[in-house]
Every structure is written in structure tokens, then in C-alpha cells.
């Protein structure tokens, strides 16, 4: 098989000019070095690897069970080939334990290289195991959940069950393999669909603090985060796993990824919406809803109360591929969002959102929320 690199990899011309632009705000940049994406990308891993110039002796091999058998298999015997030498370990939770186990196995072992290959959980935790040992990573994922495959930030769930989001550094190169995406579960790319569209919230919000209390965030970041989701709006989406959708959804998630790396925080992805979904963790932990579904599912009330002009098209399209946007889907009832809602704004209060700007008591969330939910 033939992969044109050149051709898979977003335009990193671009890139530069948009690194140039975060430098000048003195802030230090990092974004992954490559982006690789096509059909069977994965059977062509040594010929990736060569063309970036990865030379790898010793090398990290994080998956699961399921995913090995999907091809991660196939991605050890071809580095074996070449002479790598690797440890192959599963990974079950995205917890600190298992962190500090992989970190632990990193300091033994001297790896050169380390390969996350699997759903958010295995690629969040190999984000920020080779973050902390400042050792390159390669983010393969399986599935299209979160815009977690190729940003700086690692959800890693804390002692009491709380997801909690780490800065670290962004994978050094993703590979993406629609091959693989395609036979991904529904639920995992409506998540991936929740998480995208929750930007056109988040970058309302940016621009209102950008208003209201000066807050420096560059419009063409703004822009990268948002391309994907609007996109995402004008797509025929009756088939969630047609070439067009997932190519859209996919290149969406990237942008979004890489917006927040050339921004240096989750800023321009994660506004008032994602500190409701924080909120529902924090209040009602141990639910097994995906990321994805939580902020999609908050991104409707935020939409209405930012009075956001794509609400009426993100509702649309939440029905056209069968997204679960009522409340009573996380098994949450509306007295109890209320006080997630109020709860809220306790996170990261530093951001400025529309939360803050309406100041939204519980009388004006519970008359909200017969009207959306
Ligand atoms: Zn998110």
C-alpha cells in the first residue's frame, strides 16, 4: 500500500505561521510534529516511521486487549521486523495508579519511543507518562471520541473517581487509520460529534471574554476550533460512518487538538459547557457516560443561553445521527442539573463564560431546561 504523506498531513505550513503568531505572545508552543491519516495507515507503519525519521531501538507499546487484536498485533510484528525491541503492556484504567505503573516501567526500561494505540482512556495515559519523562509519542487512535488525540491535555481520574485534565505535551506524531475508525462503535463517534460541536460554545464564550473582560485569545485560534464543528453542521449526516462524515469528524478533532496546543491550554475548546460536564463529575462521579456525551448534552444549554446562532442546526443534527441529548440519558434528573449548573461556576472561575455573564441562578436554569431537554 501507498500513502501519500504529503497529502496526509494538514497543512503544516500553515501550522508554522500560526506558531509564529502563539510565539509572539511569548507563550512556548508545542504541536505534534506530524499527522499522518488513510485508509490501512497502520499496516504501513515502518515506512511512516522512516519518512519522519523515527528511529526507534527500545520501544513502549501501550494498547488493550481489544485493540491489539485489531491491529496492534500487526503494529509489533512490523516494528519487530525492523529490529525494534518492545514491551507490550494493556492498559485498562486511565487512572494516577496506572500512570505512575507505565512511569515506572518508562525509568526501568530507557524507551526511546512510546506508542499509545487504542481509545482515549490508553492514549491519555500515554500522553502523560511520556509528558512527564519527556520521551516521544505517537497517539494511534481507534476510535473518535474526544479531541484528546492530538491535544496537550490528559484526563487521568484521580483517588476518589474524579476525571481530572492535565496540561502535558502533545503527542510528537498521530496516525490515523480510517480502517480502524470505521468498525469503531456508533456511541464512540456521536461522543466524538458531542465533543466537537461543544467548541462552537466554547470559542462564543472566548469571544465574550475577549469583550467583555479583554481577554487575549487570538481570533485565527478561534477559527481553528470552530472550522471542524461547522463543517461537521453542513455534512449529510444520516450516515455517521460514510467517508465524508468520519473524514470531517476526524480533520474537526485534529483542528481542535492543535488549537489548543498553539493557545497552550484547553481555553479555546472548553468553555462554559465542558464546566458543566466537570461539574457532573465532580457532584455525581462513577456515571458511565463518555466525555463526548456529557458536554454535547451541555452544549444545548449553553448554546440556548448564549443564544449561540447554530443551535437550531446543532439540535438537527443531534437527531440526524441519533445523539442522546436528553438529560434523563445520563441518568441525571433537572433539580440535580441545577445544581450542576450552579456548581459550575466554581470551576475554573478564571474563565469568563456565559455562565458568569448571565449570572445564572436556579430560577433561571430550571425555566431553561423544559425548553431544551
Ligand atoms: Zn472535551
Known amino acids: 500500500m501507498n500513502i501519500d504523506l504529503n497529502k496526509n498531513i494538514i497543512n503544516l505550513n500553515k501550522m508554522a505561521q500560526m506558531k509564529k503568531l502563539a510565539f509572539d505572545r511569548k507563550k512556548p508552543v508545542k504541536v505534534p510534529t506530524f499527522i499522518v491519516r488513510g485508509e490501512n495507515t497502520v499496516a504501513d507503519i515502518s515506512r511512516i516511521l522512516d519518512e519522519q525519521k523515527i528511529h526507534c531501538r527500545n520501544l513502549l507499546f501501550l494498547c488493550d486487549e481489544t485493540t491489539f487484536k485489531i491491529g496492534g498485533k500487526e ?12 514491551v507490550k503492556k494493556f492498559i485498562q484504567r486511565s487512572d494516577e495508579k496506572t500512570v505512575r505503573l507505565v512511569e515506572k516501567t518508562i525509568k526501568y526500561h530507557k524507551f526511546d519511543l512510546l506508542i499509545g494505540f487504542g481509545g482515549g482512556r490508553i492514549l491519555d495515559v500515554a500522553k502523560l507518562a511520556a509528558g512527564n519523562n519527556r520521551i516521544r509519542y505517537i497517539s494511534i487512535p481507534t476510535i473518535l471520541s474526544n479531541d484528546g488525540i492530538s491535544s496537550p491535555v490528559s484526563v487521568i481520574t484521580n483517588k476518589k473517581g474524579i476525571p481530572i485534565s492535565h496540561l502535558t505535551y502533545p503527542p510528537y506524531g498521530v496516525i490515523i487509520d480510517y480502517a480502524i475508525i470505521k468498525k469503531a462503535p456508533l456511541r464512540h463517534l456521536r461522543a466524538g460529534v458531542g465533543d466537537l460541536v461543544s467548541n462552537l460554545s466554547a470559542v462564543f464564550d472566548c469571544r465574550l471574554a475577549r469583550k467583555r473582560k479583554n481577554e ?89 443561553i448564549q443564544k449561540n446562532p447554530h443551535l437550531k442546526s446543532v439540535k438537527r443534527l443531534f437527531k440526524n445521527i441519533k445523539f442522546p441529548y436528553k438529560l434523563s440519558y445520563l441518568k441525571i434528573r433537572p433539580d440535580d442539573f441545577v445544581k450542576i449548573v450552579v456548581y459550575a461556576k466554581k470551576i475554573r472561575p478564571w474563565r469568563y463564560t456565559i455562565l458568569e455573564d448571565k449570572k445564572m441562578c436556579p430560577e433561571k436554569i430550571s425555566k431553561i431546561i423544559p425548553e431544551i431537554f
Open 75 to 86: 503494529i509489533i510484528e512490523s516494528l519487530k521486523k525492523k529490529g525494534v525491541e518492545i
Open 216 to 304: 487575549c485569545i487570538d481570533e485565527k485560534i478561534l477559527r481553528l476550533s470552530e472550522i471542524g464543528a461547522k463543517k461537521l453542521l453542513k455534512v449529510n449526516a444520516y450516515d455517521i460512518k460514510s467517508k465524508e462524515f468520519l473524514e470531517t469528524l476526524c480533520d474537526g478533532l485534529l483542528k481542535s487538538g492543535l488549537a489548543m496546543c498553539l493557545f497552550g491550554s484547553s481555553r479555546p475548546a472548553s468553555g462554559s459547557e465542558h464546566k458543566i460536564s466537570h461539574a457532573m463529575d465532580y457532584l455525581f462521579p462513577g456515571r458511565d457516560s463518555l466525555h463526548g456525551e456529557q458536554v454535547g448534552i451541555a452544549t444545548l444549554f449553553t448554546m440556548a
